[in-house]
Nanobody
């Protein structure tokens, strides 16, 4: 079992920045892909960004060029640097970590005011 602790959400004005962090507890299995999803009110959860153990990244088109995902394997931590935030980025952001199965964080609220 892997526990995830997310932090860094909050309220920010449009055009501002936030940095999300997600720390995974120790696991007997190696951590493979780490990533972030988000869910806006009344909408389905959607992919934001992922990063493999080798450092390959994948982004949703809507955040490309504004968000950057990174990871620190020694700290079992994945980050999401969010710049030039827009009101449509508002939602609950969930961390996901994959070992032999996927684990989800509890979510952190990001609110962007216009």
């Amino acid at each position: 079992q892997v526990q995830l602790v997310e932090s860094g959400g909050g309220l920010v004005q449009a055009g501002g920045s936030l940095r999300l962090s997600c720390v995974a507890s120790r696991s007997r299995f190696s951590i493979n892909t780490m990533g972030w999803y988000r869910q806006a009110p009344g909408k389905q959860r959607e992919l934001v960004a992922t990063i493999t153990s080798g450092g390959s990244t994948n982004y949703a088109d809507s955040v490309t060029g504004r968000f950057t995902i990174s990871r620190d394997n020694a700290k079992r931590t994945v980050y999401l640097q969010m710049n030039s935030l827009k009101s449509e980025d508002t939602g609950v952001y969930y961390c996901i970590v994959e070992t032999v199965r996927a684990y989800w964080g509890q979510g952190t609220q990001v609110t962007v005011s216009s």
